[in-house]
């Protein structure tokens, strides 16, 4: 078998080079696995985050529909009374479902103390809808055919991890009751290992029917709960039919609502891929630029060791020349190269995939956290076969010209005078080379400076509050526990006291949300009647309950009026304080701030209606890119268990927002201690300074930037490599010649001009080729930026200015190396 030993000897030999050339095989691999590491990294991130393969059947076929009108679509989906119309109506639906949460967070009573869990309230055909069976037991589906039968209340499905986590994998479990939140429920089945829904959950998951009441038989936008829709397209149908489909069955349902501004409200539908929905604001288009930002990284990083291969097939041409001369036909000496670049390829992508698990380690939790996607990031099947592609494909772009060029080489000349043949067009080559290298590390540059303005930009934004010194503490704390007492009177406000007594705490206080929080969100409507028509269309407002000592943490401003104090007690009157934005809503554009002041707002839950005391200042609540919106607190002194929002308020979760004198990081350790000793349920509170909360509120183009700033920094090390290089080269290509001009009284400056004259023309040349790259590709950022042109001529000047400046930089070395030369040597030397 000549064929195999030929290869197997090919591959010995070009390993025998590469040994003895250390520093280029170093070089080579270490640039190529970087560049491979970048795209395999950013692959990983893509294909799990936008491409993961859903645990459903069919997951293409799986959409989620809101409800839409003059205001958008609602936050949510629609009440039940308009999603029974559409599973009577719709012909090109399948099947639809719908799930809430009664709570975020729930508590499962388990052998080791209660476990946070998350408790969707899911319709009983929600998993035949996702085409999903239970691993044991059944799902909710009724015997009798009633998809809402109360026989499944009190009854319960639970995932797996909960199942082996919770219950030790007990194969009797089915019949076994369990506590949630210390009511008893009845398991009826174990989910899939694996399954989620809905996906990106925090902690494991325990679901529990929908048990239709009252208030799902009415279209009163304020008695009515609103579920989240998922439905299953027919066979051969798309989104636009359904969309077509159910606009049309909506516009007659929005009819049957009494409220003509509710009906505004809910004239349409908005229906959109269920991998769709699952991400957040940009990020869909801050992963395909980032992907696209590596893939640049790893062709420079190709372009590079294409260079060196130039360089490196140059100087084996002596050994070309004598195998030429021995018979080796042009594709012998052409797959002499290519077996060396395959080698360095596979070492790369090893040596890659390592890096990878390394930095997906390392950065997984910051990066899935700005994505607000909860997953596990590791290299997959798809990966390993991108893997595979990138060495073929690398192979082929830094070894295939290299080859060609040393198999087209003119041998007779190296063989009549022993020096490389071919010089001009080599140097040519290889000018080219770093050229294109210099306009794809521009664009990079360019791409990282809008970004980095963009964080600038967001960190001009004015917030409206003070983040300097304030550490939050989130507390989810079983309420169940707390059942009969007043959790203020009970738990907080001995915390609040016991906090602020530290000698390093100048304020503390309690809020259901801090801005710019990850809070679960609380909103209030206010529904227009026939008298307050012309001012009010159910204007929904942000919702917070705080403590008095709020202002002195966040040093917000008031502008009329004053903020909650001790005077606001549970015996005082209801109170209540507004923001500006809800001023203009509420009472009208034009009105002064202090036209608020005493007016009668709402009621706490007696007959008494509260009365506003102060309005704030706007401030930035959900994001910093989005104006403020109307808000509504309420003093939490003042919410007792007989009041409407203790269950919201207190019953849910809560922040203690504290000031502190010294740095945060010395004090946290200190308030864990006084956490645990007030009550052992305040045991798994987190802690994060109020600057980090703003940091990771920049989400996508936090990770967008930080990313970039990475590519951006090894592309340009990499195109400073390259010009380094080829002005080597030419250096010693052309050390005699500098020698003679020496010896004929050439001046240094002359001679350091003369080698750094190429580097300008290449670094010009790039430029230019470079700034009409990032110019052309800069509408992809648009969505990115903020407060910067994505043509911002501060940040093209600046990136080119960089670009130019270090550029000139690597090339004094080999132009001051040149002007040192010794023409006695030099001339010797040839």
């Given at each position: 078998m000549p064929f195999p030993s030929l290869a197997l000897g090919e591959i010995r030999h070009s390993l025998r080079q590469l040994w003895r050339a250390p520093g280029f095989s170093m070089v080579s691999l270490g640039i190529l696995a970087g560049g491979i590491a970048s795209s395999a990294a950013m692959l990983t991130v893509v294909d799990q985050v936008l491409l993961r393969n859903i645990p459903y059947r069919d997951a293409n076929q799986l959409v989620q529909v809101r409800e839409a009108g003059k205001k958008g679509p609602t936050m949510f989906g629609a009440p039940f009374v308009d999603i029974q119309q559409w599973r009577q109506r719709s012909r090109t639906l399948q099947a639809i479902a719908f799930h809430t949460y009664d709570k975020p967070t729930s508590y499962l009573e388990g052998v080791h103390g209660p476990v946070q869990v998350n408790t969707p309230n899911v319709s009983s055909n929600l998993f035949a809808t996702l085409g999903v069976r239970p691993a044991l037991g059944r799902g909710f589906e009724s015997a009798a055919g009633n998809d809402f039968s109360k026989a499944n209340a009190g009854s319960a499905l639970l995932s797996d991890s909960v199942w082996r986590d919770g219950f030790g994998a007990d194969p009797n479990i089915l019949g076994r009751m369990v506590k949630l939140n210390g009511n008893s429920y009845t398991v009826i089945g174990v989910m899939p290992r694996g399954f989620q829904f809905p996906l990106n959950a925090e902690k494991p998951q325990i679901w529990l029917p929908i048990v239709l009441g009252d208030s799902d038989q009415v279209r009163t936008k304020n008695a009515a709960r609103e579920y989240t829709i998922i439905a299953r397209l027919g066979n051969g149908v798309g989104i636009a039919q359904v969309s077509a489909e159910l606009k049309v069955i909506q516009s007659e349902v929005a009819r049957l609502y009494t409220d003509a501004h509710a009906r505004e409200n809910v004239q349409s539908v908005v229906v959109e891929s269920y991998?769709?929905?699952?991400?957040?604001?940009?990020?869909?288009?801050?992963?395909?630029?980032?992907?696209?930002?590596?893939?640049?990284?790893?062709?420079?990083?190709?372009?590079?060791?294409?260079?060196?291969?130039?360089?490196?097939?140059?100087?084996?041409?002596?050994?070309?020349?004598?195998?030429?001369?021995?018979?080796?036909?042009?594709?012998?000496?052409?797959?002499?190269?290519?077996?060396?670049?395959?080698?360095?390829?596979?070492?790369?992508?090893?040596?890659?995939?390592?890096?990878?698990?390394?930095?997906?380690?390392?950065?997984?939790?910051?990066?899935?956290?700005?994505?607000?996607?909860?997953?596990?990031?590791?290299?997959?099947?798809?990966?390993?076969?991108?893997?595979?592609?990138?060495?073929?494909?690398?192979?082929?772009?830094?070894?295939?010209?290299?080859?060609?060029?040393?198999?087209?080489?003119?041998?007779?000349?190296?063989?009549?005078?022993?020096?490389?043949?071919?010089?001009?067009?080599?140097?040519?080559?290889?000018?080219?080379?770093?050229?294109?290298?210099?306009?794809?590390?521009?664009?990079?540059?360019?791409?990282?400076?809008?970004?980095?303005?963009?964080?600038?930009?967001?960190?001009?934004?004015?917030?409206?509050?003070?983040?300097?010194?304030?550490?939050?503490?989130?507390?989810?704390?079983?309420?169940?526990?707390?059942?009969?007492?007043?959790?203020?009177?009970?738990?907080?406000?001995?915390?609040?006291?016991?906090?602020?007594?530290?000698?390093?705490?100048?304020?503390?206080?309690?809020?259901?949300?801090?801005?710019?929080?990850?809070?679960?969100?609380?909103?209030?409507?206010?529904?227009?009647?026939?008298?307050?028509?012309?001012?009010?269309?159910?204007?929904?407002?942000?919702?917070?309950?705080?403590?008095?000592?709020?202002?002195?943490?966040?040093?917000?401003?008031?502008?009329?009026?004053?903020?909650?104090?001790?005077?606001?007690?549970?015996?005082?009157?209801?109170?209540?304080?507004?923001?500006?934005?809800?001023?203009?809503?509420?009472?009208?554009?034009?009105?002064?701030?202090?036209?608020?002041?005493?007016?009668?707002?709402?009621?706490?839950?007696?007959?008494?209606?509260?009365?506003?005391?102060?309005?704030?200042?706007?401030?930035?609540?959900?994001?910093?890119?989005?104006?403020?919106?109307?808000?509504?607190?309420?003093?939490?002194?003042?919410?007792?268990?007989?009041?409407?929002?203790?269950?919201?308020?207190?019953?849910?979760?809560?922040?203690?927002?504290?000031?502190?004198?010294?740095?945060?990081?010395?004090?946290?350790?200190?308030?864990?201690?006084?956490?645990?000793?007030?009550?052992?349920?305040?045991?798994?509170?987190?802690?994060?300074?109020?600057?980090q909360v703003v940091d990771d509120s920049y989400g996508d183009r936090r990770v967008a930037a930080h990313l970039l700033e990475f590519f951006a920094g090894l592309a340009l090390l990499l195109c400073l490599v390259g010009l380094y290089g080829i002005l080597t080269y030419v250096l010693t290509q052309r050390t005699r010649e500098l020698g003679v001009r020496l010896a004929l009284g050439a001046q240094k400056r002359q001679l350091v001009w003369l080698v750094m004259r190429r580097a300008v023309v290449i670094l010009a040349a790039g430029s230019a080729i470079g700034l009409a790259l990032s110019l052309s590709t800069t509408r992809i950022m648009s969505n990115l930026t903020y407060g910067v042109s994505p043509f911002d001529a501060m940040t093209l000047t600046t990136a080119t200015l960089l670009l130019v400046a270090t550029g000139l930089l690597a090339s004094y070395i080999p132009a001051r190396r040149a002007a040192n030369v010794d023409p006695m040597q030099a001339l010797r030397r040839e």
């Open positions: 991998r769709d929905s699952l991400l957040e604001g940009n990020v869909r288009r801050a992963l395909l630029a980032l992907l696209a930002a590596a893939g640049v990284l790893w062709l420079i990083a190709c372009v590079n060791v294409t260079s060196l291969m130039l360089a490196r097939a140059n100087t084996l041409q002596r050994e070309i020349a004598v195998r030429a001369a021995l018979g080796a036909g042009r594709w012998r000496i052409m797959r002499q190269l290519l077996v060396q670049g395959l080698i360095l390829s596979v070492a790369a992508c090893v040596l890659g995939l390592g890096l990878v698990a390394v930095a997906l380690k390392l950065f997984e939790n910051q990066i899935l956290a700005q994505l607000n996607v909860h997953i596990k990031l590791q290299p997959d099947g798809m990966v390993m076969l991108a893997l595979l592609g990138l060495t073929v494909a690398t192979t082929a772009v830094s070894s295939l010209w290299p080859a060609l060029f040393a198999a087209r080489a003119s041998l007779e000349h190296f063989l009549r005078q022993g020096l490389p043949s071919g010089g001009s067009a080599h140097q040519r080559s290889r000018s080219v080379l770093v050229m294109a290298q210099v306009a794809m590390s521009l664009a990079l540059l360019v791409g990282c400076g809008l970004l980095l303005r963009t964080i600038f930009a967001l960190r001009q934004v004015s917030l409206g509050f003070r983040t300097d010194h304030v550490i939050v503490a989130d507390m989810v704390i079983p309420a169940y526990k707390f059942d009969g007492t007043n959790m203020t009177t009970q738990l907080y406000q001995p915390l609040v006291d016991r906090v602020e007594r530290l000698p390093e705490v100048q304020a503390a206080a309690l809020t259901t949300a801090v801005p710019l929080g990850k809070r679960f969100p609380i909103l209030l409507t206010f529904a227009a009647d026939d008298a307050e028509s012309a001012r009010i269309e159910n204007l929904v407002v942000q919702f917070r309950a705080v403590g008095p000592g709020l202002q002195r943490v966040l040093g917000f401003r008031m502008l009329r009026g004053r903020f909650f104090d001790d005077r606001d007690t549970a015996g005082s009157a209801p109170v209540v304080v507004v923001n500006r934005a809800f001023v203009r809503e509420y009472f009208g554009d034009n009105r002064d701030p202090g036209y608020a002041i005493n007016q009668e707002l709402m009621s706490y839950g007696s007959d008494k209606l509260a009365h506003i005391i102060g309005v704030i200042d706007d401030e930035r609540q959900s994001s910093v890119l989005d104006p403020s919106k109307p808000e509504v607190d309420v003093c939490i002194p003042q919410i007792t268990p007989n009041t409407s929002f203790y269950r919201v308020a207190e019953g849910l979760a809560m922040n203690l927002a504290i000031r502190t004198e010294s740095e945060p990081a010395l004090v946290m350790a200190e308030l864990r201690r006084v956490f645990r000793s007030v009550s052992p349920e305040l045991e798994g509170s987190s802690f994060i300074t109020m600057d």
